[in-house]
Antibody
């Protein structure tokens, strides 16, 4: 069935690094724009980054620019988020989502999320 | 950058109708599509409205969306409230400089 499954979250010290993965199945991943969205505990949704289907177009929120890198491997149906120089305010559940094919680009498939905790 | 402002919380009784607003701080609300996402406790968000007023398959027609240019806002209306509608709701839009902007979210309580 159509699904996204994130992995790679965990506890990391401030200044450390973590790599999140998102495995896609049930749809043509290589045709899909993908995005990462995060949610700090008890807070709202915050967009992090998106990547085009070919990987040639990438954009980041100002809060993560220069520290996070989004990438994808269409052969493996996988999306990644390399997170460096992590800070306490990066603590959140990280969701990967597909950007739908409608003109408005709604996020039509979401993963269950993976928790990242940045703490000493 | 623009912001989308939502009320922190709304409430309604089963069977009644509630409306959640989403006000755009700058730029026209009508210039870019608005989406609405529902997030039940402990779950990932799901889309309930896309492109202002379109419902994904499986979303009941009790959910509807609209925009009001005079107040520069979008609205999500839920009629015939059910206890299962209790959730957080987020609006989302964009423009040429801001790829994705979320509202702060509204907690819907069904009394």
């Amino acid at each position: 069935q159509v699904q996204l499954v994130e992995s790679g979250g965990g506890l990391v010290k401030p200044g450390g690094s973590l790599r999140l993965s998102c495995a896609a199945s049930g749809f043509t991943f290589s045709d899909s724009y993908m995005t990462w969205i995060r949610q700090a505990p008890g807070k709202g949704l915050e967009w992090v980054s998106y990547i085009s289907s070919s990987g040639t177009t990438i954009n980041y929120a100002d809060s993560v620019k220069g520290r996070f890198t989004i990438s994808r491997d269409n052969a493996k149906n996988s999306l990644y988020l390399q997170m460096n120089s992590l800070r306490a305010d990066d603590t959140a559940v990280y969701y990967c989502a597909r950007v739908g094919t409608t003109e408005g680009g709604a996020f039509d498939i979401w993963g269950q999320g993976t928790m990242v905790t940045v703490s000493s | 950058n623009f912001m989308l402002t939502q009320p922190h919380s709304v409430s309604g009784s089963p069977g009644k109708t509630v409306t959640i607003s989403c006000t755009r701080s700058s730029g026209s609300i009508a210039s870019n599509y608005v989406q609405w996402y529902q997030q039940r406790p402990g779950s990932a968000p799901t889309t309930v409205i896309y492109e202002v007023n379109q419902r994904p398959s499986g979303v009941p027609d009790r959910f509807s969306g609209s925009i009001d240019s005079s107040s520069n806002s979008a609205s999500l209306t839920i009629s015939g409230l059910k206890t299962e509608d209790e959730a957080d709701y987020y609006c989302q839009s964009y423009d040429s400089s801001n790829p994705v902007v979320f509202g702060g979210g509204t907690k819907l309580t069904v009394l």
